[in-house]
């Protein structure tokens, strides 16, 4: 299997020339009927062996971190740490395998945060100020690690610990409130789309490295523009009801017309355990107790399937009243 990373490197060293490759994928892309950026593409697994080695490393790190925390609980994070980012060194850097190289970022980073946020803090009263630091240390070692092995995904993390040192310093300046923390939160998802929707721009065919640090960066971003605004309409003073169940339909057909118009599905992935609550209870109000999640989960499962068929005419649909400052910013409509 050959990925976009491949065939552009092969650019860069004169094995292929830009002509080839576009005319290859031009090939693939007849073949398919399709367009290849509107797949949206994304490394992972490239044989059994990423599954094995990643196996294999998590036995191995968490079998150090058990063994560094008899020394002291912090020992054993650092360890882990450490361990990690030497692991990357040769999976990473060397053979470029892509789930490997998703886990070893978590145990480096999950490392850090461990060893300060556990260990230190369970050694001091003043648990938030541990917290924040151990944040902000993790997220200086994120910059490290991403300027080392330009992982996709490592600018999502790195941005996901940044976010921790905001809401923990919050929680140390004003009293804790959900409405201070859905409001943090949700300003830093409008954030974290900015940021996805600028990598966006920079490959709008999608055929280089910064698609991939693009779409784990909307995964982000998604569950947190989603989560304070339909947690907010279930905490409302009204319950389920007819009403709430327009809102949240006409909120979620919204998220859906963005999601075709930015080709990506996290969003629509992200609304859809609360529709389906909302939906539920509200066919539960009306006396279909044991079926309701079913009867929901066939409407919505089968409506997706038809969207996932009809994903290019709708995108394409959509594409021709998108305002044309957005229209730059995504993938051509073919």
């Not at 279909?288 to 969207?307: K, Q, S, Y």
């Amino acid at each position: 299997m050959y990925t976009d990373d491949d065939l552009n490197s092969a650019v860069e060293r004169g094995v292929l020339t830009e002509q080839n490759i576009n005319a290859f994928r031009d090939f693939v892309q007849q073949k398919r009927h399709s367009t290849l950026q509107d797949e949206e593409h994304f490394r992972l697994v490239t044989g059994f062996n990423d599954i094995f080695v990643v196996i294999a490393a998590v036995l191995a790190l968490f079998a150090l971190g058990t063994l560094g925390n008899t020394i002291d609980d912090f020992v054993g994070g650092f360890i882990v740490a450490a361990a990690a980012w030497g692991l990357s060194e040769y999976f990473t850097l060397k053979r470029r395998m892509a789930l490997p190289s998703i886990v070893l970022m978590f145990f480096c980073l999950g490392g850090v945060y461990y060893a300060i946020a556990t260990g230190f803090a369970a050694k001091s009263a003043e648990h938030g100020g541990y917290f924040v630091l151990a944040f902000a240390i993790t997220a200086a070692v994120a910059a490290a690690h991403w300027y080392r092995f330009k992982v996709p995904i490592t600018l999502a993390a790195g941005l996901a610990t940044v976010i921790g040192i905001v809401i923990s310093s919050a929680s140390l300046v004003f009293d804790f409130s959900d409405t201070l923390i859905k409001v943090l939160i949700f300003i830093s998802g409008v954030v974290v789309f900015a940021i996805a929707l600028w990598w966006d721009s920079q490959d709008r065919l999608r055929q280089s490295r910064h698609s991939d640090v693009a779409f784990w960066l909307h995964l982000l971003a998604a569950p947190l523009l989603v989560h304070p605004i339909f947690v907010t309409i279930a905490d409302s003073d009204f319950e389920v009801s007819v009403a709430q169940a327009l809102i949240t339909l006409v909120l979620y057909l919204g998220l859906s017309a963005l999601s075709l118009i930015l080709d990506r599905r996290a969003l629509m992935v992200s609304a859809l355990s609360y529709v389906i609550y909302v939906f539920a209870a509200l066919l539960t109000s009306f006396g279909v107790v044991n079926l309701g999640a079913a009867i929901i989960g066939v409407v919505i499962g089968f409506g997706l399937l038809l969207v996932s068929v009809f994903w290019h005419p709708l995108r394409s649909m959509i594409m021709r009243i998108t305002p044309a400052s957005l229209e730059k910013l995504v993938p051509p409509a073919r």
